[in-house]
């Protein structure tokens, strides 16, 4: 339990290294005098301190995503019971606005969600989205590739790729893990458990 | 009796070669996926859904238990031996077993967390066994308002009483919430958030959230910052214990049970509560106290046994009332679903073999654990140094099997991604999980029993509180929403004495 709020905490402290954080509600009020620079430099930090308002931005985004689609409902078949199909996506969509607000308030107010720890989660590093963004490829293109080359294929690629982008530098051993796992899953699933997966044009050939 | 005779029915089921096969090879799988760092219960058993989508459902069920029981089994090993618990549940396990594991009595610690888990199970299944059909006999006769009044209760549950914030909680409820909308209106048809795709119209399937969520969004949560140097695993040899150890530990098995199974039967968090409870109880009674942060071997048998107790508990209300209290039983109850299956006051009456063969099935895996864990413990161990990137590109791996396994579509893979994104980006701004989940999977049944009800009658906001149970079930919710004053007095307690 200690150890979680003391990672989030060091993290909190690296990312509020400028003094902007003291600033509550108006953030460039204080920085008249400053340079244009630096008030730049202040605004950013002030920004990347409080990026969670993003999250904030993106519930009211969903809100009103969920509201217009309601209220563009055909409304000649609502009429079937008193709630129609438009009700729960009304009161959802309500539901998402107002807890946008209200996070974003507690954000401004000084509240901040607590990062996930886990076993092997450094917080004390600043986040690696390099990493993120290779994986997320590399799972897009499993996605595009199961369909032509079928799953022995697409699979070995994907755990290779993975393994890869997470820093795994054994250019013999990691293919050979990566295939062997691939095809001996799509054996167990396909022809043991019954749950089909595409055997592509290679298991055409075997 | 009644529940005696059918148990015996459940074990002529669960005793069945293919069954035993089933229970056999979920206690494996879960042990060694349990025993992985960085995976808990929830994930492991969204990662293994898809390998039951071939099985029928008595077997896949049995399976799952298996999967369970054995990654809160194999969960203590890493604690103990790694001192890093990937699960709140696990917390307290190494507060005490890492100590011993690093003064030579990691076997003891073992053998300690192994006997209490397979006490607390054995406890805790047993009292399923008495309590789950009287449950589901007093609400066999609940209908829509009650069953409405249940999942309000399951959605206020889990956000209030879990993470740190309500505000947080609340907002991946509304998101689960709004995910459950996507696809065709239940009683009109009407397409909603489907933006006129077609493979929208179906729906976003609950399994791709629960692995999306659970798993995707974890693995990259862990790459965005993931420890450059693992933390070394404690060698160990064969979990044994002295006739001295024993002498100190029984009384803690037993105790451990009493305080996880009705913390586990109500919405209070899962395991990590009682866990707690069950350590400071073992401090305070034990002879030894200033043994304790040092390696007291109570503090690891009491804990261990109060949370596999607590997963039994989960168990009562899962599938008496429907209502899932941890990730673990939202996952399964998404499983349940799969086969068209909803668990509820009726279950025990129109699948009494599928409930009784599970439940006796609980009670195999048990033995099974205890055969499994005890003498292949250093085996299970050398699971630990896996290298990091095989781990988390198995997790996506296998994440992309179960997505596809679904329905064959390449589109579910890149809504698995995008959940999965979801999910990463929840982790980082401390969104729980949980509740986003617990929204998808109730989301759509909460609102067909509130259309239902309010036909009845007939429009009128008082046919949702027109019964006796569905008025406890909100003065229950009412005592919840008040529960974060009773939280700081537990929280300040929990202070003072970690």
């Known amino acids: 339990m200690s150890t979680e709020s003391e990672s989030t905490e060091s993290e909190n402290t690296t990312s509020v290294s400028t003094p902007a954080g003291s600033t509550s509600s108006g953030g460039t009020t204080s920085v008249s005098t400053a340079s244009v620079s630096t008030r730049k430099g202040n605004l950013a930090a002030w920004w990347r301190e409080r990026s969670e308002l993003g999250v904030g931005v993106l519930l009211f985004v969903l809100g009103a995503l969920v509201l217009t689609d309601a209220l563009t409902l055909d409304a000649d078949l609502a009429g079937r019971g008193p709630v129609g199909p438009a009700t729960v996506p009304l009161v959802v969509g309500c539901g998402l606005l107002v807890v946008a607000v209200l996070l974003s308030v507690d954000v401004l107010r000084g509240g901040r969600g607590e990062a996930e720890a886990g076993e092997d989660v450094d917080l004390t590093e600043p986040a690696d989205w390099r990493t993120v963004l290779l994986l997320a490829g590399v799972f897009l293109a499993f996605a595009v590739l199961i369909g032509p080359v079928g799953f022995p294929v697409a699979g070995a690629l994907l755990f290779w790729g993975a393994a890869y982008a997470l820093g795994s530098r054994h250019f013999h051993r990691d293919p050979l893990i990566a295939a062997a796992l691939s095809l001996l899953t799509y054996v167990v699933f396909d022809k043991l458990l019954g749950v089909p997966l595409p055997g592509g044009p290679l298991m055409g050939v075997i | ?498």
Request: neutral net charge; glycine residues 12%.
């Open chain 2, 1 to 498: 009796m009644d529940s005696l005779n059918s148990l015996i029915d459940g074990f002529g089921t669960a005793l069945t070669p293919m069954n035993l096969l089933w229970a056999a090879v979920g206690v494996l799988l879960g042990t060694a996926i349990g025993v992985l760092p960085g995976i808990g219960p929830a994930m492991a058993v969204a990662l293994l859904l898809p390998v039951t989508y071939g099985l029928e459902p008595t077997g896949a069920f049995i399976m799952f238990a298996g999967i369970y029981y054995g990654a809160m089994f194999g969960g203590s090993t890493t604690s103990i031996l790694l001192n890093t618990p990937g699960e709140s549940a696990a917390v307290v396990a190494a507060i005490e077993g890492n100590p011993m594991a690093k003064t030579g009595r990691g076997a003891q610690a073992l053998a300690a967390a192994a006997v209490g888990h397979f006490a607390g199970g054995m406890i805790g299944t047993i009292l399923l066994v008495v309590l789950a059909p009287t449950v589901a006999a007093l609400a066999v006769d609940i209908g829509a308002p009650d069953y409405l009044a249940l999942m309000v209760l399951a959605f206020i549950a889990v956000t209030s009483v879990l993470g740190s914030s309500r505000i947080r909680g609340l907002a991946s409820l509304l998101v689960g919430l709004t995910i459950g909308l996507v696809g065709l209106d239940q009683m009109t048809g009407q397409q909603r958030l489907t933006f006129g795709s077609l493979q929208l119209a179906d729906g976003v399937d609950v399994v791709i959230v629960a692995v999306g969520l659970f798993a995707i969004g974890e693995a990259l949560w862990v790459a965005a910052h993931l420890r450059r140097t693992a933390g070394e695993a404690i060698p160990v040899g064969r979990p044994w214990l002295g006739g001295e150890d024993v002498k100190r530990t029984w009384k803690s098995w037993l105790r451990g049970p009493l305080i996880g199974f009705p913390f586990g039967a109500i919405p209070a968090g899962g395991a990590e509560i009682p866990t707690f409870l069950s350590y400071v109880t073992e401090k305070r009674l034990s002879k030894h106290k200033e043994q304790f942060g040092k390696g007291a071997i109570e503090g690891v048998a009491g804990p261990e046994s109060a949370a596999s107790a607590s997963a039994a508990g989960t168990l009562v209300s899962m599938l008496t009332l429907g209502l899932p209290t941890t990730a673990v039983a939202a996952v399964m109850l998404a499983a349940f679903q799969q086969y068209g299956i909803q668990p509820g006051p009726l279950l025990f009456e129109r699948e009494p073999d599928l409930v009784w063969g599970l439940i006796a099935s609980l009670f195999v895996g048990m033995v099974l654990l205890l055969a499994l864990n005890l003498p292949l413990a250093p085996v299970w161990a050398k699971l630990l140094r896996i290298p990091r990137p095989y781990l988390y590109a198995g997790i996506l791996f296998f994440a992309a099997v179960g997505a596809y396994a679904v329905g064959g579509e390449a589109l579910d893979l890149v809504i698995l991604l995008v959940i999965g994104l979801i999910g990463l980006g929840m982790r980082r701004y401390g969104l729980p999980v949980l509740p986003a989940v617990i929204g998808v999977i109730l989301g759509p049944a909460a609102e067909q029993q509130l259309r239902r009800a309010l036909q009845i009658s007939d429009g009128s906001v008082t046919g949702l509180v027109n019964t006796p149970f569905s008025i406890t079930v909100y003065a229950v919710v009412v005592l919840l929403l008040t529960w974060p004053l009773l939280r700081k007095v537990v929280v300040r307690r929990r202070n003072v004495s970690a």
